[in-house]
């Protein structure tokens, strides 16, 4: 089995600041995810990367960056933090396949901007 | 554009009472595939049940849901809650022959919390 680490579990921001989030994964896999979760909005992809050093935009792309340096990690910039912003930002990967594959996930980190 | 609707908010259910929360889909995939994932509070979110298969009921955990093509459902099914069953539910879904999960598209989720 593996794990996807996420760092750090809370985030506590300023309106303006730039924030970065940073997930980490052991399964091997070749794609990885960030997604944002809002209470009654779902799950919306921001980025993903298909393997080291490649980015494609989700559909929330606006207001964040990412980068893969390496296979096992990924890492999310906040931009421009929004005042009052709330949310979950969840990081995930999938093994390659042919078909539809499982998703695996880290276990979030929680944005906060005063 | 394809989309999935999931029974909308919350579901408060009492302990042992069956379970079902809903989904159903939109699509232009001819093979769509269906997934259910379970975020329970302070884990991960992780899959708890999928299928491309059309009238084959697939059970994990205790949960069951059948694919139903003709209505473009997906239910998601327990015959008595329990009060660990608390989390939130996503229904997602996604072309059978797609090998990433950039396409993925999500339901907006659906809070069930069991009472004793």
């Known amino acids: 089995g593996g794990i996807i680490t996420q760092t750090p579990k809370f985030l506590i921001g300023q309106e303006g600041q730039k924030l970065t989030l940073k997930c980490q994964q052991n399964?091997?896999?070749?794609?990885m995810y960030w997604y944002r979760q809002d209470s009654g909005k779902g799950l919306r992809l921001i980025y993903y990367?298909?393997?080291?050093?490649?980015?494609q935009k989700g559909d929330l792309s606006e207001g964040y960056d990412a980068s893969r340096e390496k296979k096992s990690s990924f890492s999310l910039t906040v931009t421009s933090a929004q005042k009052n912003e709330m949310a979950v930002f969840l990081c995930?990967?999938?093994?390659?396949?042919?078909?539809?594959?499982?998703?695996?996930f880290g276990s979030g980190t929680r944005l906060t901007v005063l | 554009g394809d989309s999935v609707t999931q029974t909308e908010g919350l579901v408060t259910l009492t302990e042992g009472l069956p379970v079902m929360l809903n989904c159903t889909y939109q699509?232009?995939?001819?093979?769509?595939?269906l997934f259910w994932y379970v975020h329970y509070l302070n884990e991960s979110p992780r899959l708890l049940l999928k299928?491309?298969?059309d009238n084959k009921r697939t059970e994990h955990q205790g949960f069951h849901a059948t694919l139903h093509k003709s209505s473009s459902s997906f239910h998601l099914q327990k015959s008595s809650a329990q009060l660990s069953d608390s989390a939130l539910y996503y229904c997602?879904?996604?072309?059978?022959?797609?090998?990433?999960?950039?396409?993925?598209?999500w339901g907006l989720g659906t809070s069930l919390v069991v009472n004793p």
């Open positions: 997602a879904l996604s072309d059978h022959y797609v090998g990433d999960n950039s396409k993925l598209i």
């Open positions: 699509t232009i995939y001819s093979n769509p595939f």
């Open positions: 299928s491309s298969t």
């Open positions: 399964f091997n896999h070749d794609t």
């Open positions: 990367s298909i393997t080291e050093n490649d980015l």
């Open positions: 995930a990967s999938s093994p390659p396949g042919q078909f539809a594959e499982t998703l695996y």
